[in-house]
């Protein structure tokens, strides 16, 4: 078994390899027999990594223990259902994971450009860089840090699989995270295969864009699904501790997302090529980084992987790829001039661009803030860490800044706005606002951060609403259809911008959500005999001791509760095979506008007589976080869908003149 | 293929640019001083047992953080029930730390030689006042073998 996966990811290195060499030759030469046999090289890549991953899923499956990841991350007790968890719990197997997602990704992107046309040219390159990145991984995997590592005599059974990974929060977060990670190689290598042809103009990134969302929807949903993790398992009360794993996996995201907004720049308006493509390689570069940094231990973490062997190799690739971009890129440069100049402050033009500035400033100060203390040390030989009000105060405003200019930015016409036309656009979400705060003010909402978070996301949610309403209502009035018709066929013929709109507010749950959290959280903690309660809020919880039972290879210890009548149980989970390490489940109890969260922190005593230490807190608005990450899923789906042929021909179409708002 | 959109009543391009760049130069100075100001504010040293001791009286009444293996037989509830005390210590410190927490949330693993981070304060008494405490999972050794036992 060990054997099998060991040739197979040997081949897969050799034949990726032979894809790169095949396929640059082929382009080089304009030999389309090299060409297509470094594509189907890069198919053949994909097999043979689908043949040592499914290897070591049926090694998972038989409790082949012969095997040292086997061994390490399984026992006979676990049930098949958690084989999948195993397989990327550790590191290898999770660097597997990445390089066979890689691999699924390229055959994705192969069998979508494998009619002929004008895309055509750029495909060598394509799969030459895709390929260069798989090689690397199946470097790592074949000879460093390999998942077939053989035992000398198989031991009876394995040590167990990690306690966190039996959460399905905790199972679904690393393997859409990696994914998200590792599926901006895609929109890369599109981008080095533009500047490797020299076609510079809109063609490559009308074939980036779509890939460059879907790696924005994969990344961005597994960042919120390692919080919503984080809130049911950490039992800390929070979300996100901007801990540096979970900002390198953020870091990527927000450069993703400052190019699916400047690539409108370029499509409509031949402006920030060069800005495009650099930014694309940064959130590369990024999303290696954060692949690094969370799989070598190198920063203090209380996630505390191992220091591994892997670290060089990653940063010697980081370094490669950088100064081969870097070369690219200045070649290139001088056919990356705009066709356009900026005419107006006031403008789409503007809006985006300092959409693109504010993002660039949170990712600068999030990674500055994450690497310094490695840089305090090195420079300066002092031990510093770099808590969370650092990262709340810099991105704090930041973010704000990026809602007000979410809700400003789609009512901007291209080219410059009159004073009338603000005027007629933003007259009524103001309105909005003012009368929203005035409700908020009256059911109590009184903090300034508070108030002017809310009133942001107020005027943002005006703004999306009066721009359905009136898409709705001209298309009522030009076709006849009623408003429900209209509604849907509104978003069916312009999904790109209503999509659009929808991940928007998706993004603004999510900000109201983390306003309400971070503002008014509300805490306490008791030591409660049976009998005794503690309020807070509108809750007050009655203990009654706990309850203990063990099934099979773990002891679970539930804290008997009553919140206002109901039961609620609070959890630890103890087992056998990691005595260090307990797992707590938290007792939830969620409502639309507030979570009652209760951590069971320990008892004296046992069964009903108890008494039992919790930790309780109410997180107002939590619940909308999760909610927002549904829609932002939704609005991709929406954003991405095939549309009608007219549409699609519309939105490419570059811009001569004056366009109305509803272009 | 660079065209100067002009239209007429528009300013001269050199005003246009300028700005722009006054724009993003704004940008870039709060950006530069929300980071400054932040890492001023929000930097702790981190230190070991040894390292703190070693600071004597300077010590007190700062931020920091402290870390060192928890003392076995040391880790009891707090006078409040529901934090915790214990004793903390590093192979070079002369005497272990005392650290009390108060708060709710400690840690699942906390237990015997466990790594522990205590962000607070060391009060004239030689107590180390924590506002959190971490504790680092015990990293699993890549090197392990399986024990003789184990095998078939």
């Known amino acids: 078994m060990a054997a099998l996966g060991q040739i197979c990811i040997v081949g897969a290195f050799a034949m990726a390899l032979y894809a790169i060499a095949g396929s640059l030759a082929g382009a080089r030469w304009r030999a389309h027999e090299l060409i297509a046999s470094g594509q189907h090289a890069a198919w053949a890549v994909f097999g043979l990594i689908t043949a040592a991953s499914v290897t070591l899923i049926v090694a998972f499956a038989v409790h082949d223990f012969s095997l040292r990841y086997v061994w390490e991350h399984s026992s006979r007790a676990m049930s098949m259902d958690l084989i999948l968890a195993a397989f990327y719990s550790g590191q290898q197997g999770s660097l597997l994971y990445w390089a066979w997602t890689l691999s699924i990704f390229t055959a994705i992107v192969l069998w979508q450009q494998r009619k002929p046309g004008p895309h055509r040219v750029f495909m060598p390159y394509v799969v030459a860089v895709l390929m260069v990145i798989e090689a690397f991984m199946t470097l790592l995997l074949g000879f460093v840090a390999t998942p077939f590592e053989a035992l000398p005599r198989p031991p ?21 995270l ?75 995201w927000l450069l993703g997302t400052a190019f699916i907004h400047s690539i409108q720049m370029q499509e409509r308006r031949g402006m920030l090529k060069a800005w495009n493509v650099a930014l694309i390689m940064v959130a590369f570069f990024l999303s290696i980084f954060g692949t690094f940094v969370v799989r070598s231990g190198i920063l203090a973490s209380v996630h505390a992987f191992a220091l591994s062997a892997i670290g060089p190799y990653f940063l010697t ?24 100049q900026l005419d107006s402050l006031l403008s789409r033009e503007s809006s985006f661009l300092i959409n693109n500035l504010l993002f660039l400033g949170i990712t600068f100060a999030i990674f500055w803030g994450t690497i310094y203390p490695l840089v305090a040390e090195a420079v300066a030989d002092q031990k510093v860490s770099v808590g969370p009000p650092y990262f709340k105060q810099v991105a704090g405003p930041l973010f704000g800044a990026l809602i007000l200019l979410m809700g400003i930015g789609p009512l901007m016409p291209w080219r410059r706005a009159s004073r009338d036309h603000l005027a007629e656009s933003f007259k009524l979400p103001i309105i909005g606002t003012v009368v929203g705060l005035l409700v908020l003010f009256v059911l109590g909402v009184r903090d300034p951060f508070a108030v002017l978070g809310f009133g942001l996301c107020l005027f943002v949610a005006g703004t999306i609403v009066q721009e359905f309403a009136r898409g709705s209502m001209a298309r009522h009035r030009a076709t006849g259809e009623n408003y429900v018709a209209a509604l849907g066929n509104l978003v069916r013929r312009n999904n790109r911008r209503y999509g659009g709109y929808l991940v928007h507010v998706g993004m603004l749950l999510i900000g109201a959500g983390v306003i309400g959290s971070q503002v008014y959280q509300q805490e306490t903690q008791a030591n409660l005999a049976p009998g005794q309660s503690v309020s807070l809020g509108s809750y007050t919880i009655v203990a009654n001791g706990i309850q203990t039972t063990n099934p099979p290879g773990v002891r679970v210890v539930d804290g008997l509760l009553s919140v206002n009548g109901q039961d609620l149980r609070p959890e630890k989970q103890f087992f056998d095979n990691f005595p260090q390490q307990p797992s707590t489940k938290v007792g939830l109890r969620s409502t639309p506008f507030e979570d009652l969260y209760v951590v069971l922190g320990g008892w004296t005593g046992d069964g009903p007589t108890a008494t039992i230490s919790l930790a309780v807190f109410i997180n107002p608005l ?32 570059p811009l001569g003149g004056r366009v109305g708002a509803a272009a | 293929m660079a065209s100067v959109a002009s239209t007429i009543g528009a300013p001269a391009r050199s005003s246009r640019n300028l700005k722009f760049i006054v724009a993003g130069a704004v940008i870039a100075i709060a950006v530069a001083y929300l980071v400054v100001a932040g890492l001023q504010g929000a930097t702790v040293y981190f230190l070991t047992v040894s390292e703190l001791q070693a600071k004597g009286a300077a010590a007190q009444n700062q931020v920091f953080r402290v870390s060192g293996n928890l003392v076995p037989g040391t880790l009891a509830k707090d006078s409040t029930g529901v934090g915790v005390q214990f004793l903390i210590a590093d192979p070079a410190a002369q005497q272990p730390l005392s650290v009390v927490y108060h708060g709710g949330q400690v840690p699942d693993i906390i237990g015997d030689n466990i790594e522990i981070v205590a962000e607070g304060k060391l009060d004239s008494h030689g107590t180390f006042t924590a506002s959190s405490v971490l504790a680092k999972c015990p990293s699993r050794l890549e090197d392990a073998q399986p024990e003789e036992h184990e095998y078939q």
């Open chain 1, 622 to 653: 939590v619940s909308w976080i999760w909610t927002g990450g549904a829609l932002l899923l939704l609005g991709t789906v929406v954003s991405l869908w095939p549309a009608p042929i007219p549409s699609r021909r519309r939105a490419t179409v």
């Open chain 1, 317 to 340: 690739f980081l370094g490669l790829a950088i100064v081969g971009s870097l070369a690219l890129f200045f070649w290139r440069l001088p056919q990356l001039r705009s066709d356009n």
């Open chain 1, 156 to 176: 009876a059974d394995g040590v167990g699989l990690n306690p966190l990974l039996y959460d399905e929060g905790m199972r679904i977060h690393p393997p859409m």
């Open chain 1, 178 to 252: 990696l994914a998200g990670l590792m599926s901006w190689s895609v929109p890369f290598a599109f981008a080095v295969a533009a500047l490797a042809t020299g076609k510079l103009g809109n063609e490559w990134l009308a074939l980036c864009r779509r890939y460059a969302m879907v790696a924005w929807v994969i990344l961005g949903l597994g960042n919120i699904l390692g919080a919503w993790w984080a809130y049911h398992v950490l039992g800390w009360g929070g979300y996100w501790g901007w801990d540096p794993v979970e900002n390198v996996a953020l870091m990527p």
